[in-house]
């Protein structure tokens, strides 16, 4: 009985699929479009809440419609005929903010999406490279590791859920060495310090130099296990440090540890643009110190 029930369910399904036309695919792929700009709409407002509302009586309808509940049907029907007319009155402001916006940007949505992640990512990493060559200066030990395909959940549980814009500022305070976080790391997922006081697996390399600490071990040993880049700020010496791969790439200063990162961390053509901004800036250094006094 469940068998032949289940075979109807299936064929019911399949014969369901193969009706679907292109048209049909066209129009899923519109109305989702619609449901993804009002849930934008809704999310981040007072209209949030009203729209709850209107879903449970929707909900509420369909229920008693199956059940054949007539005067409940009648009663929900005009409520939500008024509400959704109230909803127009009394979020008219918004809904004509948000129709000014769909009119003016819908057809740059996908450029500006995409420059804004080069710029998110661009930022992140002025940011972090300003608060390396901070705590290098100062000789404050530090640990931030960037997230990248494979996910490293497992470390960020380790430690406390910050979820911040990557500032440099917060970074430095984080590494303080009075701060209750500044002896674990800080791990960095879609441009936001999601995670600090995190614990790092330890590589067990031994061709390692002896006089290097835990946090470069640390380093090391997560990006053996995983794809993160893995920055080091040694509290000893101020020495700046990238672990790659199982490779620790040391020397580093603010303006090659700025072109590492976007190496890393960004497309080419943000890497591009960030190398010939460095060559500029110091081109403009080298012609500042020739330029004779008049």
Not at 245 to 263: A, D
Request: charged share 25%; aromatic share 6%; hydrophobic share 45%.
């Amino acid at each position: 009985m469940l068998r032949d029930l289940f075979d109807n369910f299936l064929s019911n399904v399949g014969e369901t699929f193969r009706q679907i036309s292109f048209v049909d695919v066209i129009d899923i792929i519109c109305v989702a479009v619609i449901l993804y700009f009002v849930y934008k709409f809704v999310k981040d407002r007072r209209a949030g809440k009203l729209a709850l509302g209107v879903i449970l009586i929707i909900v509420l309808l369909l229920i008693t419609e199956l059940i054949e509940l007539h005067a409940m049907q009648f009663l929900f029907r005009n409520i939500f005929q008024v509400g959704v007319l109230s909803l127009v009155i009394l979020f008219q402001p918004e809904l004509r903010s948000f129709l000014e916006k769909v009119g003016g940007g819908s057809l740059k949505g996908i450029k500006s999406i995409a420059e804004r992640d080069s710029d998110k990512k661009i930022k992140q990493i002025n940011e972090v490279c300003l608060a390396a060559s901070d705590m290098s200066e100062s000789r404050t030990g530090a640990l931030i590791a960037f997230e990248r395909s494979t996910k490293i959940g497992e470390y960020a549980a380790t430690g406390t859920i910050v979820n911040a814009d990557v500032n440099n500022l917060l970074i430095k305070n984080i590494f303080y060495n009075k701060a209750p976080l500044h002896d674990g790391a800080v791990i960095i997922r879609k441009e936001k310090i999601y995670a600090a006081g995190c614990v790092l697996p330890l590589t067990e390399q031994t061709g390692l130099n002896r006089n290097l600490g835990t946090r470069h071990r640390a380093a090391v040993g997560l990006s053996e296990n995983s794809d993160a880049v893995v920055l080091v700020v040694s509290e000893e010496t101020g020495a700046i440090s990238l672990a790659v791969k199982g490779n620790l790439i040391t020397g580093l200063t603010p303006v090659t540890l700025k072109e590492r990162l976007s190496e890393y961390l960004t497309p080419n053509s943000i890497t591009e643009a960030l190398k010939t901004k460095n060559r500029k800036h110091k081109n403009d250094k080298n012609s500042a110190r020739t330029e004779p006094n008049e």
